[in-house]
């Protein structure tokens, strides 16, 4: 490893969220996401507008854990969703895990003429993030979205 790619590579474990499945508790989520990002961005000594930078990071982790209650198999008894947390200088990552079936991440977005109901978590992800992965692994999703400070 050299200098710059060691701490492009170098992810900080911040915290580990384990939810059970259940809307009622997206707001646990939610509220987690936005103090990590703020201590995170205060923390890093941003520059930008920390608070667009907060909004974006909470919304992504709210509409993520909201998928994967949505769309939890009914067949799994006590499904849980899984958030990890992470950081390097100047990047902040969110790892959401579940037990769901296989997705496409690729998803078309939605005709916004038709004013439908849902289908814009994916699309809303997508557009605040910086960087959006997706895996699957013995039986589980693995969404990694991740938000750079210079990007606000």
């Known amino acids: 490893m050299n200098g710059n790619n060691s701490l492009r590579t170098f992810m900080k474990n911040i915290i580990s969220l384990t939810l059970q499945s259940d809307l009622i508790y997206n707001q ?31 919304l992504s982790v709210s509409e993520s854990f909201t998928n994967s209650v949505r769309y939890a198999s009914s067949s799994i008894e006590e499904h849980q969703v899984i958030i990890n947390f992470s950081s390097n200088e100047r990047e902040l990552t969110a790892t959401v895990i579940d037990t769901n ?34 895996s699957r692994s ?13 990007a606000v």
């Open 101 to 134: 079936q296989q997705f496409n991440p690729q998803t078309k977005p939605p005709d916004i003429s038709t004013y439908p109901e849902g289908g814009y978590g994916l699309f809303i992800i997508n557009r605040l993030m910086d960087s959006v992965s997706y």
């Open 28 to 58: 646990i989520a939610s509220l987690i996401a936005g103090n990590v990002a703020g201590i995170f961005a205060n923390s890093a000594g941003a520059s930008g507008n920390i608070a667009e930078f907060c909004h974006a990071f909470e």
């Open 138 to 150: 013995e039986g589980k999703n693995i969404l990694v979205i991740s938000k750079h400070l210079d």
